[in-house]
């Protein structure tokens, strides 16, 4: 997960003048603004009108509406008018509707639970910060609109990602593994809280829960000899009950744990490896 970090003129400071002390390389990483926001880095000038509104104000403004009419209702002037206050005024604070979304998902998703991993074993550690993802969704299922397209950044993202690597702490999995691990985990919850938010928005609108009758639809359309597998899930009755969302999600919780207990069980009992190559 390195980055290249040259910065400008680090060509010219590979090769100094006789005599002269090399330059150290400057890095050209800059913390996108947003960022330098949600950590309390950028402060606003001094100079000029007393601003009218907070950023948390802003920010909580942007939640309210966000769960109310959708995220996709949000834009400035909305946002603008809830508050009562001109359009221009809340770039302030944002640069772009974008920096608000980011810093509005970063609030949303609040703190981590306390993990130990004096006191609590890695899976349970792991089962306690999926849930706790998962359970935050539940309460902001907008924040699952909104794209992800950068790593963590966010002070509350970074406590998650933080908490999640503690829970591995005592494991012998490399650094790259665990980060692996909260990736595939990660996804594996905002893919189940996804379907679960778009089950529930169908069935909100006034929708038929489709799963307690899908085996009797597709029994009416698949043709036993081309589809026998399904007909044999049709006929156990498996595809007409009423699924519990909770168990579907911690049975495939549970099976990815299960991978990283296989993982770690290949390193053997003394912690080193044991047939397997180095981690990469």
């Known amino acids: ?38 950590w309390g880095l950028q402060r606003r000038p001094a100079r000029g009108p007393r601003p009218g509104l907070t950023l948390d104000r802003l920010v909580a403004a942007g939640i309210e509406v966000a769960s109310t009419e959708g995220v996709g209702s949000l834009s400035m002037g909305r946002l603008a008018k809830q508050l009562g206050v001109g359009t221009m005024s809340l770039y302030r604070y944002v640069s772009a509707k974008d920096d608000l979304l980011t810093l ?3 609030n949303a998703l609040g703190r981590p639970p306390a993990i130990d991993p004096a006191t609590q074993d890695w899976r349970e550690g792991l089962t306690l910060w999926a849930e706790g993802v998962r359970a935050a969704y539940r309460r902001h299922p907008w924040a699952l609109r909104v794209p992800i397209t950068a790593p963590p950044l966010g002070p509350n993202n970074v406590a998650w990602l933080e908490a999640a690597l503690q829970a591995q702490a005592n494991t012998p999995l490399s650094e790259q593994e665990k980060l692996s691990s909260t990736l595939l985990i990660s996804g594996f919850v905002r893919n189940e809280s996804t379907l679960t938010a778009d089950f529930a928005r169908g069935a909100g609108a006034g929708g038929e829960q489709v ?13 036993e000899d081309r589809f026998p597998a399904l007909h044999r ?7 007409s009950d009423e699924d ?36 990469p």
């Not at 400008?8 to 990483?29: F, K, L, N, V, W």
């Not at 799963?211 to 043709?223: C, F």
């Not at 899930?233 to 595809?239: C, E, F």
């Not at 911690?250 to 390193?267: C, H």
């Open 233 to 239: 899930a049709i006929h156990s009755g498996a595809l």
């Open 104 to 106: 509005m998902v970063d």
């Open 211 to 223: 799963m307690p009758k899908y085996g009797e639809l597709l029994a009416m359309v698949l043709p």
């Open 244 to 279: 519990d969302i909770d168990h579907e999600f911690d049975f495939g919780l549970q099976r990815i744990l299960d991978g990283v207990a296989a993982l770690i069980e290949q390193y053997g009992p003394g912690g080193g490896q044991s047939g397997r190559g180095a981690a």
């Open 1 to 38: 997960m390195a980055a290249r970090m040259d910065g400008p003129g680090s060509a010219d400071a590979s090769s100094p003048a006789s005599g002269e002390t090399p330059a150290e390389p400057r890095s050209s990483t800059r913390l996108p603004p947003v960022i330098s926001l949600a």
